[in-house]
């Protein structure tokens, strides 16, 4: 599936119209771009991609501009003296601005990462990693996660290459969003920002507090738009969660709302969320003594949940304004009562991998339909566990 949103073509025909310029932007020293841009991305005596600092600058920057929907426009990185330098043809005369505001945000980012590296709590397969590649202007909705997987630097290039990622896509797209606008709902901050192996999450808890200016700096920046109004936020995983009390003060369950202030007068809906990849967790029989009919409960009553969540994220991006409560409502009842049955065949066909009638069938037994109005009553479910996939 592509990862790059592309615009309507009415849409397509205005923005080129009103928005065509040439900009230039002055990224920084060689060897600031080569860190905040995490070069070289994969080399270890052979570089998977023999890309130079200048041809991986322009990859992030062409996934960055296509997914803000301009899809003619045209990157071109060169150095001059030791300066990197964008071209950028086909955006608005503004977009350097949140470009050099991501950048500057990312040497808070190389800043906290230098000092925990000082004190001794750097690991030596772990990337500094910003979250390069994201729509910068045209966004609909904020992810914030915990860290990234180390194969989205060093395998994709892509910071929305991910099973986290490509699972809640899935779930924007069953929600009515689509396929080619999924990226425009992820623009993604991780409070870790920090590529690393998929199981690295429990060794990640410590280092939070070094990053509290970029965490800080991010919220703000990305959680409005230009005009200024604020765009909602899925808090995803217990950790990101329990982030959100001690650095704002609101408690977040899953599909908790709370509202946050990153700056004056802005006021960003939060919503709290299972981890994407948490349902393999829950839904593992190992986790309950092998029983295969415990897990597939536990499986449905997240898989109601997600649902649920990546509803109200559409529908509050899709239509801006919209009362946060209203739409939380509108959706539980949707996934968890009214179409349970449709959340039953998606948790039969996505994660025990039956084919849509295998999985019509599976949802029609008894035992299966005595589960399905208990979806929206709490029940005990494992641990969250942090790690990211």
Same mark, same amino acid.
């Given at each position: 599936?592509?990862?790059?949103?592309?615009?309507?073509?009415?849409?397509?025909?205005?923005?080129?119209?009103?928005? *065509?310029?040439? #900009?230039?932007?002055?990224?920084?020293? /060689?060897?600031?771009?080569t860190?905040?841009?995490?070069?070289?991305?994969?080399?270890?005596? #052979?570089?998977?991609?023999?890309?130079?600092?200048?041809q991986?600058?322009?990859?992030?920057?062409t996934?960055? %501009?296509?997914?803000?929907?301009?899809?003619?426009?045209? %990157?071109?990185?060169?150095?001059?003296?030791?300066? %990197?330098?964008?071209?950028?043809?086909?955006?608005?005369?503004? !977009?350097?601005?949140?470009?050099?505001?991501?950048?500057?945000a990312?040497?808070?980012?190389?800043?906290?990462?230098?000092?925990?590296?000082?004190?001794?709590?750097?690991?030596?397969?772990?990337?500094?990693?910003?979250?390069?590649?994201?729509?910068?202007?045209?966004?609909?909705?904020v992810?914030?996660?915990?860290?990234?997987?180390?194969?989205s630097?060093?395998?994709?290039?892509?910071?929305?290459?991910?099973? +986290? @990622?490509?699972?809640?896509?899935?779930?924007?797209? %069953?929600?009515?969003?689509?396929? +080619?606008?999924?990226?425009?709902?992820?623009?993604?901050?991780?409070?870790?920002?920090? *590529?690393?192996?998929?199981?690295?999450?429990?060794?990640?808890?410590?280092?939070?507090?070094y990053?509290?200016? !970029?965490?800080? @700096?991010?919220?703000?920046?990305?959680?409005q738009?230009?005009?200024?109004?604020?765009?909602?936020?899925?808090?995803?995983?217990a950790?990101?969660?329990?982030?959100?009390?001690?650095?704002?003060?609101?408690?977040?369950?899953?599909?908790?709302?709370? @509202?946050?202030?990153?700056?004056?007068?802005?006021?960003?809906?939060?919503?709290?969320?299972?981890?994407?990849?948490?349902?393999?967790?829950?839904?593992?029989?190992?986790? !309950?003594?092998?029983?295969?009919?415990?897990?597939?409960?536990?499986?449905?009553?997240?898989?109601?949940?997600?649902?649920?969540? *990546?509803?109200?994220?559409?529908?509050?991006?899709?239509?801006?304004g919209?009362?946060?409560?209203?739409?939380?409502?509108?959706?539980?009842?949707?996934?968890?009562?009214?179409? /349970?049955?449709? @959340?039953?065949?998606?948790?039969? +066909?996505?994660?025990?991998?039956? +084919?849509?009638?295998?999985?019509?069938?599976?949802?029609?037994?008894?035992?299966?339909?005595?589960?399905?109005p208990?979806?929206?009553?709490?029940?005990?479910?494992?641990?969250?566990?942090?790690?990211?996939?």
């Amino acid at each position: 599936m592509s990862k790059l949103a592309v615009l309507p073509l009415a849409a397509l025909a205005f923005s080129a119209a009103a928005h *065509a310029a040439d #900009i230039d932007v002055q990224l920084g020293s /060689k060897e600031r771009v080569t860190r905040l841009f995490a070069y070289p991305n994969n080399c270890n005596v #052979i570089c998977f991609r023999n890309w130079t600092l200048e041809q991986t600058v322009e990859h992030y920057l062409t996934q960055s %501009v296509q997914r803000d929907g301009y899809s003619t426009a045209k %990157v071109s990185v060169k150095s001059t003296k030791n300066i %990197v330098h964008a071209h950028i043809s086909g955006v608005p005369k503004s !977009y350097g601005q949140p470009l050099s505001a991501l950048l500057n945000a990312g040497d808070l980012a190389y800043n906290g990462a230098s000092k925990l590296n000082s004190d001794k709590k750097w690991a030596y397969n772990w990337y500094l990693f910003l979250p390069l590649g994201m729509a910068l202007e045209n966004r609909k909705s904020v992810e914030l996660l915990h860290f990234p997987p180390d194969y989205s630097l060093t395998q994709a290039q892509d910071y929305l290459e991910s099973a +986290t @990622t490509d699972r809640w896509a899935t779930l924007l797209t %069953v929600n009515g969003i689509a396929a +080619t606008q999924t990226p425009a709902y992820q623009t993604i901050i991780d409070i870790a920002p920090i *590529a690393a192996p998929s199981n690295a999450g429990q060794a990640l808890e410590g280092v939070y507090d070094y990053f509290n200016d !970029y965490q800080t @700096t991010m919220v703000k920046q990305v959680s409005q738009t230009a005009s200024g109004a604020a765009l909602p936020m899925v808090a995803f995983g217990a950790p990101v969660r329990n982030w959100i009390k001690t650095q704002y003060g609101q408690t977040v369950g899953v599909l908790g709302l709370a @509202t946050i202030t990153p700056a004056a007068g802005l006021k960003v809906p939060v919503l709290g969320s299972n981890h994407p990849s948490y349902i393999w967790y829950a839904a593992d029989p190992e986790n !309950y003594d092998g029983d295969q009919a415990k897990a597939d409960a536990a499986g449905l009553k997240v898989m109601g949940q997600d649902l649920s969540a *990546a509803c109200w994220q559409a529908g509050m991006g899709s239509k801006p304004g919209t009362d946060p409560t209203q739409q939380l409502n509108q959706c539980t009842q949707t996934w968890q009562v009214t179409q /349970k049955e449709q @959340t039953c065949e998606l948790f039969y +066909t996505s994660v025990r991998k039956l +084919t849509p009638d295998e999985a019509a069938k599976k949802c029609a037994t008894p035992e299966i339909k005595s589960q399905l109005p208990q979806l929206k009553t709490p029940m005990p479910l494992p641990a969250e566990h942090a790690e990211h996939a």
